[in-house]
């Protein structure tokens, strides 16, 4: 019953705030592309104001060595992917399925955590979650206190199927082989230089190299900021 925890609150808050959509007047338009369905200034010419909300859908990238290595995915492309598999829209693409591969999660988060549960129902050898901040405490620390956002130890039903966390970890190159596949992480361990009033600073720990082998990585480090071609989106003066 674990898949349908979500079901029952979510309904539960639908129902809870139909009265007050009803209330405000409020109308959804589902399936609508501005641009293609609906004209920008046709919005304008209906509506006082025209609020853009797409939130932010541009991937954070991970810059080092070796990152155009075949093998290194965004994660939201990842998981696109395979609900596109089981919609049946889409057959499996062999470089974004995890079966048989060992996989490494970079990044933590719900997109880190879908990552981890859809490479293990894929059939993935291995599977690892890199964090590079160190292992949250189960409860609030005294640097942690109400009201502020409890940073502490989460694990979801993913965690449970099966996963090595890897906590204060920085990857600093991927390796890949003479086809340009990628093979393996170089990483190292790190500490967070923690000094009153000043932001805490990241030290790599010497001597802490490792060499991880890993045949698919995951990028779910979250995102920069809304698409570019939102700022191109042109109202025309009707005066």
């Not at 304008?44 to 075949?70: F, M, Q, W, Y």
Request: net charge neutral; with cysteine; hydrophobic share 35%.
């Amino acid at each position: 019953m674990k898949k349908y925890k979500w079901i029952v609150p979510t309904l539960y808050i639908i129902f809870l705030l139909l009265p007050i959509y009803l209330l405000l007047n409020m109308s959804f338009k589902t399936t609508t592309e501005i641009g293609k369905d609906i004209d920008i200034n046709e919005l304008k010419e209906e509506n006082d104001i025209v609020l853009l909300c797409g939130g932010a859908t541009i991937k954070r990238n991970l810059p080092i060595p070796g990152h155009n290595s075949s093998g290194i995915v965004q994660a939201m492309d990842f998981l696109k992917n395979q609900n596109e598999i089981v919609d049946g829209l889409k057959k499996v693409i062999p470089e974004l399925d995890a079966r048989g591969k060992n996989v490494i999660v970079i990044g933590g988060g719900d997109t880190g955590s879908d990552c981890i549960g859809t490479s293990n129902r894929q059939g993935a050898k291995s599977v690892v979650n890199f964090e590079i901040l160190p292992k949250p405490p189960k409860e609030r620390s005294n640097e942690n206190p109400w009201p502020y956002w409890p940073f502490t130890l989460k694990s979801t039903s993913s965690h449970e199927e099966g996963i090595k966390r890897e906590w204060s970890i920085l990857t600093k190159e991927f390796i890949a082989n003479d086809k340009g596949q990628l093979t393996g992480l170089k990483t190292v361990e790190v500490k967070w230089d923690k000094k009153t009033n000043n932001r805490p600073k990241l030290v790599e720990i010497e001597n802490s190299e490792k060499i991880w082998p890993c045949d698919l990585v995951l990028l779910a480090l979250g995102f920069t900021g809304p698409e570019k071609n939102l700022s191109l989106i042109h109202i025309s003066d009707p005066t």
